[in-house]
């Protein structure tokens, strides 16, 4: 493992241990609502899917109604945790690059907040392309730059972390070589400044909900969500469908 992998696997570690494994915020657990409606979309309990960057694992525990389940993670002293929770899971830990996986071996792969973390965006997703069946389903989280950048504070990256977010406009280009962009929205409407500030806080939006304005559905709906959630298709479906494992 190259120094800055050692860095970045010190940091997960450190970061999933005195946070996730504490507790499970408002974003991440929207992200997971989405995640879990396009599952159920997909009608079938029988998918092989991987989880990329699964972190403590919660997520990997929740999917399991729908197929069998794979967790990496560069953290793997968290994951050792993550195998004791759930060890009907399996976890393993390691670099996503080197990690010996089959080609076309997933029907799914689940990635939430991973993107802005790599080295090499276009690389990853190459990578996810690889192991996804023809016609298989990329759901990708991931932060949304001009929200983060220009409406809240964020503290600078720690050593290990890296951090490159993307708009919604260079996600979907980031992903074209290999997919097809089936649904791309924000969610999770935060700011920590400004009039923002005030338009999307809890109170406001529950005091309008109350008078029946869904108004974070109207901010989502105008790119103000922390996140960007992304379901897209691997190309190469035609050649796929007289497959067993082709998702319709």
């Not at 998918?47 to 197929?67: D, H, K, M, N, S």
């Not at 967790?71 to 060890?87: F, H, M």
């Amino acid at each position: 493992m190259t120094v800055e992998l050692e860095a970045q696997r010190q940091f997960w570690n450190s970061w999933n241990a005195h946070f996730r494994e504490k507790e499970r915020q408002q974003v991440s657990l929207q992200q997971a609502e989405v995640v879990l409606r396009w599952l159920e979309e997909l009608g079938t309990q029988n998918l092989r899917i991987l989880e990329v960057g699964c972190g403590t694992g919660w997520l990997c525990a929740e999917i399991t109604p729908f197929g069998t389940v794979v967790g990496t993670d560069l953290s793997d002293e968290v994951l050792e945790r993550a195998r004791l929770r759930w060890p009907a899971i399996e976890f393993r830990s390691g670099d996503f690059f080197a990690l010996p996986f089959e080609a076309s071996s997933f029907d799914v792969i689940i990635s939430l907040e991973v993107l802005a973390h790599v080295e090499d965006q276009q690389e990853f997703i190459a990578r996810v392309g690889h192991l996804l069946v023809p016609g298989g389903k990329l759901l990708l989280a991931t932060q949304n730059r001009p929200v983060l950048e220009k409406h809240c504070v964020i503290p600078p990256p720690a050593p290990g972390q890296l951090r490159r977010w993307v708009d919604s406009t260079e996600l979907a280009e980031l992903v074209s070589r290999d997919f097809e962009v089936e649904e791309l929205f924000s969610i999770t409407p935060i700011a920590h400044k400004g009039f923002r500030r005030v338009v999307t806080s809890r109170r406001v939006n529950g005091i309008l909900e109350f008078t029946g304005i869904r108004m974070r559905k109207v901010l989502e709906g105008a790119g103000w969500g922390w996140t960007l959630m992304l379901k897209a298709r691997r190309k190469g479906a035609l050649e796929a469908q007289s497959s067993p494992n082709f998702i319709k």
